[in-house]
């Protein structure tokens, strides 16, 4: 496995990070930065990859207008962020309130605080991932969202304070 050779980390989304972690009680010892940058070998149209490294051709992270627009001085950023949990009861925890935040805020989820999806478990068993610019369930997830969750951001938006908003749903 290679980097990507164009894509960096988003200041904001490793600001997140941060605050994520401060979020959560006994956050140091419990949480890990599972990455953000993706490697060579991660999906095409993958939101680890940035604007620069991606396919073209209108797939999944490149068709929505906040994804494709607007974007000058942000191609190179990735908009992903991955949390890992090394407690189960944490990932089921925190993907139901991401699952609420999404279904309380709808689309606002998506235009204001710049998240376009997510991905962890509610049962420790299957994958849940949910799509906040339709605001419906997601299929076709691996495995490993069962240990850690899975952040896509609006790519036009990875700048954006909004993004630090997320932290208060790990808020305890």
């Keep these: 496995m290679t980097n ?50 991606i396919v073209h051709d209108n797939g999944y992270s490149v068709h929505y207008y906040g994804d494709k627009h607007r974007l000058r001085g942000l191609t190179r950023y990735s908009c992903a962020l991955d949390l890992t949990f090394p407690n189960a009861d944490d990932m089921v925890k925190y993907t139901a309130r991401l699952h609420h935040l999404a279904i309380t805020h709808g689309g606002k989820l998506y235009w204001k605080y710049g998240v376009r999806e997510f991905a962890g478990t509610l049962d420790n ?28 951001f609006n790519r036009r938006l990875i700048t954006s304070r909004n993004i630090l908003r997320l932290a208060d749903a790990f808020r305890d």
């Design 125 to 152: 068993r299957t994958t849940f991932g949910y799509d906040t610019t339709r605001g419906v369930r997601t299929f076709g997830w691996d495995d490993t969202h069962l240990f850690h969750i899975h952040v896509s």
């Design 4 to 53: 990507l050779p164009n894509t960096i980390n988003s200041p904001t989304v490793l600001r997140l990070f941060d605050a994520i972690q401060l979020a959560i009680p006994n956050g140091n010892k419990r949480l890990e930065f599972g990455g953000s940058v993706g490697q060579t070998d991660e999906q095409p149209h993958s939101y680890h990859r940035s604007w620069d490294d």
